[in-house]
């Protein structure tokens, strides 16, 4: 048996180091969070190079080993390249990303340097791009996106993009997801009213 989960694994190693994407994200992932195989550092070289060749879940994936210093891999956590491969994945479709971003852009990004004191701003808050991102993510499935986009209609007196994604909470399979957004609607109207 031993043998035979060799013989997979130097298979797949043999397609991701020939440049076949979907190996080297499979490798990665397997390198990441199989105990058997568990390397982070060769998870990171694989997930680097999977999101070099495209694979969005790559990028995202090592927007979150900079963003959250996953792993010990790097001493510092690295905000800009962490945006850069978010970004990247949000624009390739992955929803996750695209809400990850949009929460990025609702509230800024910011570095604090511990040597000088500064905060420096490495995303400036951008509500319109922010709810782009939003929208984009609740339309690919992420119900808190979904939400968000509600209460920014409804914060911002946009009927008829509230209309709109009302009735996608409604038609959502989650019932509580169609409840608050009845619950947002009343508020909505209440709000015209006065």
């Keep these: 048996m031993s043998e035979q989960k060799t013989s997979v694994i130097d ?42 060749n495209g694979i969005a879940e790559a ?39 695209q809400y990850k971003i949009a929460l990025i852009y609702e509230n800024g990004m910011c570095k604090y340097d511990p040597q000088t004191g500064k905060t420096s701003v490495i995303i400036a808050e951008n509500r319109e791009t ?22 920014i209609s409804k914060d911002t007196n946009k009927p008829k993009v509230f209309e709109e994604y009302y009735m996608l909470a409604c038609n959502s399979e989650n019932e509580d997801t169609c409840i608050y957004a009845k619950n947002l609607s ?9």
């Design 186 to 194: 009343y508020q909505f109207k209440r709000q015209k009213r006065k």
């Design 59 to 97: 990028q995202y994936r090592l927007g979150d080993i900079y963003y959250y210093n996953k792993d010990l891999i790097f001493t510092d956590k690295n905000l800009e390249l962490a945006f850069k491969y978010y970004k990247l994945a949000a624009d390739n479709e992955y929803a996750p990303a």
């Design 130 to 151: 922010a709810f782009k991102y939003y929208k984009l993510a609740a339309c690919n499935g992420i119900t808190e996106a979904l939400l968000r986009v509600l209460e």
């Design 11 to 52: 298979r797949i190693k043999a397609l991701a180091d020939n440049g076949d994407a979907d190996s080297q994200f499979i490798l990665a992932t397997m390198y990441d969070a199989l105990v058997e195989y568990r390397n982070k550092k060769e998870a990171f070289k694989y997930y680097t190079l999977a999101a070099q």
